[in-house]
C-alpha cells in the first residue's frame, strides 16, 4: 500500500486540538511524549505502515500509534434506514521536539 493512500485525511476535532498541545510537562505520565495526533486511515492499514507513512509524509518522529476500528452509525432520512460508513481512526504520539502543523 502506497503511503499516500494509508492516510485518507488528519480529524480536526475540539479533542484533538486539545490532545496535539499536551507535553509530558502537563501530563507526567510518558518520558519525552510530544502531542497526540488523530488521523482516519485506510481500513486495511497497519501500525507500522501508519508510522512509516506520517514519518515520512510530515516528516516526524513516531514514538507510538494507537488504532481504533470505527463502526458506522444507523441513521434515518425521512422513511429510509442506513447507515454511516465505518472506519479506521489512529492516534499518533509523537516525539517530544516533532510538532504537525495542521490549523
Same mark, same amino acid.
Given at each position: 500500500?502506497?503511503? $499516500?493512500?494509508?492516510?485518507?485525511?488528519?480529524?480536526?476535532?475540539?479533542?484533538?486540538?486539545?490532545?496535539?498541545?499536551?507535553?509530558?510537562?502537563?501530563?507526567?505520565?510518558?518520558?519525552?511524549?510530544?502531542?497526540? $495526533?488523530?488521523?482516519?486511515?485506510?481500513?486495511?492499514?497497519?501500525?507500522?505502515?501508519?508510522?512509516?507513512?506520517?514519518?515520512?509524509? $510530515?516528516?516526524?518522529?513516531?514514538?507510538?500509534?494507537?488504532?481504533?476500528?470505527?463502526?458506522?452509525?444507523?441513521?434515518?432520512?425521512?422513511?429510509?434506514?442506513?447507515?454511516?460508513?465505518?472506519?479506521?481512526?489512529?492516534?499518533?504520539?509523537?516525539?517530544?521536539?516533532?510538532?504537525?502543523?495542521?490549523?
Amino acid at each position: 500500500m502506497d503511503i $499516500y493512500h494509508t492516510i485518507v485525511r488528519p480529524l480536526v476535532t475540539e479533542k484533538g486540538t486539545f490532545q496535539s498541545q499536551q507535553h509530558h510537562e502537563s501530563t507526567n505520565t510518558k518520558l519525552a511524549r510530544g502531542g497526540a $495526533y488523530s488521523f482516519e486511515v485506510h481500513p486495511e492499514a497497519n501500525k507500522a505502515q501508519i508510522k512509516q507513512a506520517v514519518e515520512k509524509i $510530515y516528516n516526524v518522529k513516531v514514538l507510538s500509534v494507537r488504532t481504533s476500528n470505527r463502526r458506522g452509525k444507523p441513521r434515518r432520512v425521512k422513511f429510509k434506514r442506513g447507515q454511516t460508513k465505518e472506519w479506521k481512526k489512529a492516534v499518533v504520539v509523537l516525539d517530544r521536539d516533532s510538532h504537525i502543523d495542521l490549523f
